[in-house]
């Protein structure tokens, strides 16, 4: 079993920046590819960015490229999501996600474990 929690959402104005880190429980986190997602109500969950268990893989859904970044500490069983330039159409509850397996993967349904989510508005 691993729990997931986020951190680090909030008001931000457009343009601005925030880090949201996501702790993990467990002794396998190194072992298991990690996700974010996002969400606003009434659409569905969508893919954000994935890194595979050992750092060595990366992927990023089309809108943010070039602004975000996922990065992860084992030592530390933490995820991260730098997220720059942002805009107000990034506004979501932000998910984070273990899957058992080393690979990425952009598809929310491979995922095991789950965070509780983490609110970012960004204000115009």
């Known amino acids: 079993q691993v729990q997931l929690v986020e951190s680090g959402g909030g008001l931000v104005q457009a343009g601005g920046s925030l880090r949201l880190s996501c702790a993990a429980s467990g002794d396998s986190f190194s072992d298991y590819a990690m996700g974010w997602f996002r969400q606003v109500p009434g659409k569905e969950r969508e893919f954000v960015a994935t890194i595979s268990a050992s750092s060595a893989f990366t992927d990023y859904e089309d809108f943010v490229k070039g602004r975000f970044t996922i990065s992860r500490d084992n030592a530390k069983n933490t995820v991260y999501l730098q997220m720059n330039s942002l805009k107000p159409e990034d506004t979501a509850v932000y998910y984070c996600?273990?899957?058992?397996?080393?690979?990425?993967?952009?598809?929310?349904?491979?995922?095991?474990?789950w965070g509780q989510g983490t609110q970012v508005t960004v204000s115009s």
């Open positions: 996600a273990a899957r058992i397996v080393r690979a990425t993967s952009q598809y929310a349904s491979s995922y095991t474990y």
